[in-house]
């Protein structure tokens, strides 16, 4: 039962032109969602996060939208940079038990 | 500050052995969790430990099985090895206290090979 769902396994992006990498959810209990980013032979690292309670969060570069009717999460890098290519993973929270999706590969081309 | 840290970083195993995999939380964590990637899929949650006991469990047989020492550091076992065991094996830490994010910090994990 994939909770989350990643449909682009890759995207390949200009550098300095936007990335958006999209994410669906089914369980509408979910507290937190997340995206992680992560590099070969890394373990995944912590991005940016948004709370149910939201529907965007900033950080720098990154921003993360939430549209709850839609059960649909979304990353939105600008501008993107040579290294921001990595496999991102969106996440999703109750309980603190998480649920990842399979992964987008992105790749940012200088 | 150490990170999360996890030994073995690579190890190979042959069908129907067992193996003993180990993560030290990151400093200040009480909270450990053990997620399977297999190649080409998101990590899958394990099961989660805290004050030394299985708080949570995903949907894993009882082949696979956890400890977590007073000192917060945690240990995954799986007996009984399947092919289909092969992947990266992470572990996430996180505080129980203080402000919550829902950040989860990973170790880089232990790529298991079982032949």
């Known amino acids: 039962d994939q909770q989350v769902k990643q449909n682009s396994p890759s995207l390949s992006v200009q550098e300095g032109r936007i990335s958006i990498l999209n994410c669906d959810y089914t369980n509408s209990m979910f507290d937190y969602f997340l995206w992680y980013k992560k590099y070969p032979a890394e373990g995944p690292t912590f991005l940016i996060s948004i709370s149910s309670i939201k529907d965007k969060n900033e950080d720098g570069r990154f921003t993360v939208f939430l549209n709850k009717s839609a059960k649909h999460l979304s990353l939105h890098i600008v501008p993107s940079q040579p290294g921001d290519s990595a496999v991102y993973f969106c996440?999703?929270?109750?309980?603190?038990?998480?649920?990842f999706g399979t992964g987008t590969s992105l790749t940012v081309i200088p | 500050d150490a990170g999360v840290t996890q030994s073995p970083t690579h190890l190979i195993k042959t069908r129907g052995q067992q193996v003993t995999l180990r993560c030290s939380p990151k400093?200040?964590?009480?909270?450990v969790s053990w997620y399977q990637q297999a190649l080409g899929q998101g990590p899958q949650f394990i099961f989660q430990y805290y004050e030394e006991e299985e708080r949570q469990r995903g949907n894993f047989p009882d082949r696979f099985s956890g400890h977590q020492f007073p000192n917060y550091s945690s240990e995954l076992n799986v007996n009984a090895l399947l092919l289909g065991d092969s992947a990266l094996y992470l572990c996430?830490?996180?505080?129980?206290?203080?402000?919550?994010?829902?950040?989860?910090?990973f170790g880089e994990g232990s790529r298991l090979t079982v032949l």
């Open positions: 400093s200040g964590h009480d909270t």
């Open positions: 996430a830490s996180n505080p129980r206290t203080g402000v919550y994010t829902g950040e989860l910090f």
């Open positions: 996440a999703s929270e109750t309980g603190n038990q998480f649920y």
